[in-house]
Structures are given as structure tokens and as C-alpha cells.
């Protein structure tokens, strides 16, 4: 949100040893299979959690949501967690074999805090279990989360030294390795954080997939972004686009100049899209990423609004 987009589900099912002992058949090979795969999205949705900061217990998610007590009788501010979007990275982290599962959890306590935590679940004897949890930080933004060599990755934007909780401006690498037991071992992964700049975003192709947070861009005509060089460009839905942009002040503050275009005349579905994109584009004032996703705000008639886009991944050749 990866960065990529979600990953898809997998079919999970009931453990293999009830199912022996209830039908008193064997197993076939393909309810074997199934039994080793990682957890699906569904059953991260309704799983319970533990190890979340400043929560004691358990947390038993309902639909990606858990929601506590309120804080004082009759108010409305009470704790939440949630998964963080449909997010789900596989892989096998403790050699065993079996595909283990890693997932985002934002804990939102009281105030302007978002923790954000990565947790593990695994599938023991065809059961879900969360084997370990911790703690990103506090409103860090993800960039990618990956599987490599029995060690976990996430690539955040997070808040450096100097910067306000606000306005992260700090990328690196956070990296981890499950250890017996059940505990995250943290470890460097980045000698040296960079800045958050826009050649932070460049030389990749990303590819619009939502106008906003809840309103799905079309999958077609495809809408295209590049930044190279001090500038956007990339395919608005019809014509090639081009439009100057800077670095504001603060970390993420970006000034989008006029957009040219191509004069290609294209039918009126693709026209409306682009006249859309390239009106939303020019008023962009701020990225990030969100679960992933470049993440662009933009502002009119004093009304926020962010585009999202997912990196577009290289086709690989037939072999």
C-alpha cells in the first residue's frame, strides 16, 4: 500500500487432525495443502491480537475493528484498533515450512496518537494464532512491507529528530526477524535514513486508483504519474501530461505548476478523466503514502482530499 497494492487472499481451512479423527479418513493431499497455507484475509479480520502498547490483554478483531470501553461514561472517545487496510504479506519466517502472515494494526488511544503495529499470525494445529506483535511508531507511514529471507522489511516515512509528530520527513528501512518464542528481533536495516523528498517518489510509475479515499478511479483509462526531472508527467487518460512541481518547506509540501498536455482528441469517458485528474493534480499541495500507496492532498474551497496510486510493477517476460 507492496506499496504495491493488497495482496490477494489465499483459501484456508479447519486443521487436519479433527478432521482425521471426525470422518476417520484419511486427508488428501489437497486438504493437506490447504491446511499449511497462511492465514487468509478473513480470518486476519476476525483473529485476536495481543502485544498492542498501552492495551493489556487481548483484542479479538470483528470485521478488521475492535473497539473498547469508552474512557469516561457517556463519552464518545474510546480505544480502537484496527487492521490496517487489506494488507497481508506471506512467507515463512521460522523455517518450518509453513507460510506465516504479516499485518498492520493501528491502535488510536485517546488524542492525536495512531500507533502503528506489525504483528504476526501463523496457523498451528488449524488454529489462528497471533505469535507476536510490536510497535512501528506513532503516525509513520508505510511505504512497503516485505518477506526476504526469513526476515521482515518495512519501508517507512517516520518522524526524525527535528521533525514535528505532524510532518514526518525521515525515510528508512525498519527490519525484523521472528526468533523462537515468539519475539520480533529488531535489527538495522538502513545504515543512513534519507529525507523525504520527490525524488523519494521518482523515477517509478505510479498508476491512479482512487480520487479520494472512499471514490474508485476507473481501471480504465489508465492515469499515469511520473515525477523526473522538477516535474510530473505521465498519461492523464487520453493526452501525455506535464506540470512543474517543487518542494515546499515542510516535509511532504509539494507546489504543482500548470499542466500541459498533448492535443489528442479521445472519446468523452476518457476526456471526463482527464479533466478530472489534471484539475485535482494542479491543486496538489502535500504527498505521502498510505498502507503502501502514494498518497496525493489536495485542497479546494477550503475541502481536503488525497488521490491514491499504486506502484506500477514491471511485466516480466514469458519464458
Known amino acids: ?36 497455507q497462511a492465514p487468509t484475509l478473513k480470518e486476519l479480520k476476525n483473529a485476536s491480537y495481543s502485544g498492542i502498547e ?7 478483531l470483528v470485521d478488521g ?18 487492521l490496517v487496510g487489506d494488507l497481508r504479506v506471506i512467507g ?10 504479516v499485518v498492520l494494526l493501528n491502535y488510536a488511544p485517546s488524542g492525536t496518537g495512531q500507533l502503528l503495529h506489525l504483528a504476526v499470525v501463523t496457523r498451528r494445529n488449524g488454529k489462528i494464532q ?4 510490536t510497535l512501528i511508531g506513532d503516525r509513520v507511514q508505510i511505504r512497503d512491507v516485505r518477506i ?11 518522524a526524525g529528530p527535528k521533525d514535528a509528530m505532524c510532518c514526518p520527513g525521515e525515510v528508512t528501512t525498519l527490519g525484523w526477524t521472528l526468533e523462537p518464542g515468539g519475539k520480533l528481533n529488531p535489527f538495522i536495516a538502513t545504515a ?17 486508483r482512487s480520487w479520494d479515499l472512499k471514490a474508485p478511479a ?11 526531472d522538477g516535474r510530473f508527467t505521465g498519461s492523464s487518460g487520453c493526452n501525455n501530461y506535464f506540470a512543474p512541481a517543487k518542494e515546499g518547506t515542510m516535509p511532504g509540501d509539494v507546489e504543482v505548476g500548470p499542466a500541459g498536455t498533448t492535443r489528442k482528441s479521445c472519446p468523452d469517458n476518457e476526456m471526463s478523466v482527464e479533466r478530472r485528474f489534471l484539475d485535482q493534480l494542479v491543486r496538489v499541495n502535500k504527498f505521502g503514502f498510505l498502507v503502501t500507496q502514494l498518497a496525493l492532498s489536495w485542497e479546494k474551497d477550503g475541502v481536503w482530499k488525497t488521490m491514491l496510486l499504486d506502484k506500477r510493477q514491471p511485466h516480466r517476460a514469458d519464458k
Do not use: C, H
Not at 19 to 29: Q, R, T
Open 54 to 60: 498501552g492495551l493489556k490483554g487481548v483484542v479479538k
Open 218 to 228: 476507473p481501471k480504465q483509462p489508465t492515469v499515469t504519474l511520473v515525477f523526473k
Open 148 to 158: 526476504e529471507q526469513k526476515q521482515i522489511f518495512v519501508d517507512v516515512v517516520q
Open 92 to 101: 515463512d519466517l521460522d523455517g518450518d515450512g509453513m507460510n506465516d502472515a
Open 192 to 208: 543512513k535514513a534519507e529525507r523525504l523528498t520527490l525524488d523519494t517518489i521518482g523515477n517509478t510509475e505510479w498508476v491512479l
Open 1 to 36: 500500500m507492496l506499496f504495491t497494492g493488497p495482496l490477494r487472499e489465499l483459501l484456508g481451512v479447519l486443521g487436519l487432525f479433527s478432521f482425521a479423527l471426525v470422518s476417520g479418513a484419511f486427508p488428501s493431499e489437497s486438504t493437506k495443502a490447504s491446511a499449511m
Open 130 to 133: 497471533n505469535v507476536a506483535t
Open 65 to 82: 475493528r475492535w473497539e473498547g470501553r469508552p474512557y469516561k461514561k457517556g463519552s464518545a472517545s474510546r480505544p480502537v484498533v484496527n
